[in-house]
Antibody, heavy 120, light 109 residues
Framework: QVQLQESGPGLVKPSQTLSLTCTVSGGSISSGDYYWSWIRQPPGKGLEWIGYIYYSGSTYYNPSLKSRVTISVDTSKNQFSLKLSSVTAADTAVYYC????????????WGQGTLVTVSS | SYVLTQPPSVSVAPGQTARITCGGNNIGSKSVHWYQQKPGQAPVLVVYDDSDRPSGIPERFSGSNSGNTATLTISRVEAGDEADYYCQVWDSSSDHLVVFGGGTKLTVL
């Protein structure tokens, strides 16, 4: 069974860049069957899709975050990563990495989530 | 961008039926997926493609989708069903954007 695990700093200063990595185990990120995604959830609020990457490197981002987001993939390490620049307190959230079967399909695998707080 | 509208809260007594709606423009033309999220946990898929259930999800969970409203129905509600529920679609008109509803808090009285 495929497992996803987020890692990265839990505290980021305002105006800096948030960086997270998702390690995929139990399956290959290069299989071509999935979109590898990032989703976030501010404390007490709903889910917000950030974007996803295909193993080939093709990316799709939420238009509201597009200017600040970069998602990349490292197939040799079976990992994909999120960078969110110029963060503010509004970016404080639990960040989930997830996988979505290619197509208009649901999210079928989630990481446990990691809380990132933006504060000086 | 495509907007999904859910009621903030729904309350139901144990054993009764809960209905959680998800409104969107012509949502009946899209596939709707539903997630359950309990405090401190990642969401869990409970219904996909409008009305299908993943393995392990009780038959009490069902879904429908027509016109401008999709509905998640939970029959014979149990205390353990108390959670937040989110609907989700893909909006191909917005460059493959994934859209979530705002979420509905189900309270079991």
């Amino acid at each position: 069974q495929v497992q996803l695990q987020e890692s990265g700093p839990g505290l980021v200063k305002p105006s800096q860049t948030l960086s997270l990595t998702c390690t995929v185990s139990g399956g290959s990120i290069s299989s071509g069957d999935y979109y590898w995604s990032w989703i976030r959830q501010p404390p007490g609020k709903g889910l917000e899709w950030i974007g996803y990457i295909y193993y080939s490197g093709s990316t799709y981002y939420n238009p509201s975050l597009k200017s600040r987001v970069t998602i990349s993939v490292d197939t040799s390490k079976n990992q994909f990563s999120l960078k969110l620049s110029s963060v503010t307190a509004a970016d404080t959230a639990v960040y989930y990495c997830a996988r979505v079967l290619v197509g208009a399909n649901p999210v079928t695998g989630w990481g446990q989530g990691t809380l990132v707080t933006v504060s000086s | 961008s495509y907007v999904l509208t859910q009621p903030p809260s729904v309350s139901v007594a144990p054993g009764q039926t809960a209905r959680i709606t998800c409104g969107g423009n012509n949502i009946g033309s899209k596939s709707v997926h539903w997630y359950q999220q309990k405090p401190g946990q990642a969401p869990v898929l409970v219904v996909y493609d409008d009305s299908d259930r993943p393995s392990g999800i009780p038959e009490r969970f069902s879904g429908s989708n027509s016109g401008n409203t999709a509905t998640l129905t939970i029959s014979r509600v149990e205390a353990g069903d108390e959670a937040d529920y989110y609907c989700q679609v893909w909006d191909s008109s917005s460059d493959h954007l994934v859209v979530f509803g705002g979420g509905t808090k189900l309270t079991v009285l």
